[in-house]
């Protein structure tokens, strides 16, 4: 059984749809800007990657207010009984720093994320299964497993996966106060990296069998996927890398490829010192040769729970296009990156084969192995 | 599909499992890592600084594994899915809370941690060597059936050769030992009260071992 994303679409600082998000990363120019937001507060960083033109006043949450908007398009199209997975890693957050700023606990409950995917659900006219999928910043992607799995194992002709985070104080002061983020812009992978930058994304895929995909035009394979834990740390990643190089053997070994085969890796690359340099150990310990290595964080920010999908769907456009993005912000590569990372586009060939790689907090991984498809 | 399950609370743990005695008990102090480890079964790093979601996690999924006897068959990795309705509110609530009060200035980076759904069950799994697959996954209807069926179908795709799932709330957790291949009935014990709260079907489970001869 082929699995594909056959359709899918995505907001990003860059704006609304994958046409800015690809033709902004192949130009090299950032999404990502100071910001006042937080300015009267103490933190180590004004910078982020904020979506300009959403009004989030009526919604009551900009997750909410994105997800209106990004699935317009969508309501009313899909069997009411169409599962749906949500992946974020604060869902509505704002509910919750209202009901403690404003003393008003009734909120709380408003902050659950099983209430995000009711809302999505209500939205959408959807009354199937429904699943809050959460694991740090692995979210999305371990939720299109998940999707994946349920197809492949005749549970559903086709799961919708639905994923999005929003830049918040409670976010951002929590970054800052681990001193993760950067006072500029990031740079992934870069010699002089020194943190990461927050950003804020909504996407959605829908995930089915091919044979169901056909009339709709497919596009890119699922060919298999790899989640693991490193078991070290809760926040730092495992300088050994043991655990995303276990998580790219399993993607390999389920899609039956080796890791010869893969031509090109959308590599998580948050920027953070250690995250990069545990990536970049992981990737030579597969793959031994360099081949075409790309973070869209120094576009995008670091879109936390929507981070894994965006990510991925960026690879299916390279796949589709013959085009692997260069890494937004990279001036001058970290030794360990030399002849892996590149600030220009690559060329790949189409139709082949590519992997995406995210790793997050609490040393969770995720490695996701694509084949292009042109899109018909 | 059910191997085992553990359970602890703030008053009491226990954990059954197949071709394993029975145990439970009175939760010692939670405070006192020695008394902690006692029942882990082995020494945890960081113990002090977990907050109590994670720290009943952590004695209901070592009990769970215990009574599964994985170790002792030297399963290959294993996972943990978790679930609860509350999901990390209790650390969110925390960290922010702590924030507001420190002047909106700075975030404390040690509250910050634990604002992940999957908080919990990962430093518990790191504590306990778990090295499969960590997720949150958390089903509009019988969120517990669900997370159960999803960690079997987990094991069955070959994602991990067992999970733990986890069902908890900031005061009480419920693990279950899941598998690929049929259990041995240890579910009876829950006896269609799969849909409790996590701290209701705590006080089942201990009920149900209390009234073994």
């Known amino acids: 059984m082929k699995i594909v994303i056959a359709e899918s679409d995505v907001v990003t600082a860059y704006g609304w749809g994958m046409a800015p998000l690809w033709s902004g990363l192949l130009a090299g120019r950032t999404a990502i800007r100071p910001t006042k937001w937080f300015a009267r507060r103490g933190f180590v960083s004004d910078q982020a990657a904020i979506i300009a033109d959403l009004d989030a006043s009526s919604d009551g949450s900009r997750v909410m207010a994105m997800l209106r908007r990004l699935l317009a398009p969508l309501v009313g199209r899909f069997d009411p009984l169409t599962p749906i997975l949500l992946a974020t890693t604060v869902g509505e957050i704002e509910y919750l720093q209202r009901?403690?700023?404003?003393?008003?606990?009734?909120?709380?409950?408003?902050?659950?994320?099983?209430?995000?995917?009711?809302?999505?659900?209500?939205?959408?006219?959807?009354?199937?299964?429904?699943?809050?999928?959460?694991s740090a910043c692995t979210s999305s992607v371990a939720a299109v497993a998940l999707a994946a799995s349920m197809i492949r194992r005749s549970?559903?002709?086709?799961?919708?996966?639905?994923?999005?985070?929003?830049?918040?104080?409670?976010?951002?002061?929590?970054?800052?106060?681990?001193?993760?983020?950067?006072?500029?812009?990031?740079?992934?992978?870069?010699?002089?990296?020194?943190?990461?930058?927050?950003?804020?994304?909504?996407?959605?895929?829908?995930?089915?069998?091919?044979?169901?995909?056909?009339?709709?035009?497919?596009?890119?394979?699922?060919?298999?996927?790899?989640?693991?834990?490193?078991?070290?740390?809760?926040?730092?990643?495992?300088?050994?890398?043991?655990?995303?190089?276990?998580?790219?053997?399993?993607?390999?070994?389920?899609a039956k490829r080796s890791a010869g085969e893969v031509v090109?890796?959308?590599?998580?690359?948050?920027?953070?010192?250690?995250?990069?340099?545990?990536?970049?150990?992981?990737?030579?310990?597969?793959?031994?040769?360099?081949?075409?290595?790309?973070?869209?964080?120094?576009?995008?920010?670091h879109t936390l729970g929507a981070a894994g999908l965006v990510q991925l769907l960026v690879a299916q456009r390279a796949l589709a296009t013959g085009i692997v993005p260069g890494t937004v912000g990279l001036t001058k590569p970290d030794p360990l990156a030399l002849g892996w990372v590149s600030s220009k586009p690559a060329m790949a060939a189409t139709n082949s084969v590519a992997i995406s790689t995210n790793s997050g907090f609490g040393g969770v991984n995720t490695a996701m192995l694509l084949a292009g498809g042109a899109r018909s | 599909m059910i191997h085992a399950i553990g359970w602890c609370d703030m008053e009491r743990w226990g954990c059954v499992g197949a071709n394993w005695a029975s145990r439970h008990g009175t939760t010692p102090d939670l405070s006192a890592s020695a008394e902690a480890e006692m029942l882990i079964g082995q020494p945890v790093e960081y113990y002090q600084r977990m907050p109590i979601q994670t720290r009943v996690s952590l004695i209901a999924m070592s009990q769970a594994l215990q009574a599964s006897r994985w170790r002792e068959m030297e399963m290959g990795e294993i996972g943990v899915a978790c679930a609860g309705y509350e999901g990390c509110e209790d650390a969110n609530l925390r960290y922010f809370q702590d924030y507001v009060q420190a002047g909106r200035f700075i975030g404390l980076g040690n509250l910050f941690i634990y604002t992940l759904a999957t908080s919990a069950a990962g430093e518990a799994a790191?504590?306990?060597?778990?090295?499969?697959?960590?997720?949150?996954?958390?089903?509009?209807?019988?969120?517990?059936?669900?997370?159960?069926?999803?960690?079997?179908?987990?094991?069955?795709?070959?994602?991990?050769?067992?999970?733990?799932?986890?069902?908890?709330?900031?005061?009480?957790?419920?693990?279950?030992?899941?598998?690929?291949?049929?259990?041995?009935?240890?579910?009876?014990?829950?006896?269609?009260?799969?849909?409790?709260?996590?701290?209701?079907?705590?006080?089942?489970?201990?009920?149900?071992?209390?009234?073994?001869?």
């Open chain 1, 99 to 134: 009901a403690v700023l404003g003393n008003e606990t009734q909120l709380l409950a408003a902050a659950r994320p099983e209430r995000l995917l009711e809302q999505v659900k209500i939205f959408l006219g959807l009354r199937g299964p429904g699943m809050v999928v959460s």
């Open chain 1, 155 to 254: 549970q559903a002709e086709r799961v919708l996966v639905v994923a999005c985070d929003a830049i918040s104080e409670f976010v951002y002061s929590g970054f800052s106060g681990l001193l993760s983020l950067s006072a500029q812009p990031a740079r992934p992978f870069d010699v002089d990296r020194d943190g990461l930058s927050l950003g804020e994304a909504a996407t959605w895929a829908l995930v089915t069998d091919a044979r169901a995909s056909e009339a709709m035009g497919c596009s890119a394979e699922i060919l298999g996927w790899g989640n693991t834990t490193d078991a070290v740390h809760i926040t730092a990643p495992d300088c050994s890398a043991q655990g995303l190089s276990r998580a790219i053997e399993k993607a390999c070994a389920m």
């Open chain 1, 264 to 301: 090109f890796i959308a590599a998580h690359g948050t920027a953070t010192s250690f995250s990069d340099a545990m990536e970049m150990k992981a990737f030579k310990d597969v793959f031994g040769r360099p081949r075409p290595t790309f973070s869209i964080k120094g576009g995008t920010g």
């Open chain 2, 126 to 213: 790191i504590a306990l060597g778990l090295n499969g697959p960590t997720l949150y996954a958390q089903s509009h209807y019988a969120p517990v059936s669900a997370l159960i069926e999803q960690s079997r179908q987990m094991a069955v795709e070959g994602e991990a050769q067992g999970l733990l799932a986890l069902w908890s709330d900031a005061r009480a957790a419920v693990c279950f030992a899941v598998g690929a291949e049929a259990g041995d009935g240890v579910e009876e014990v829950v006896e269609g009260h799969w849909e409790l709260s996590p701290g209701i079907l705590v006080r089942h489970l201990t009920a149900k071992v209390q009234e073994e001869p």
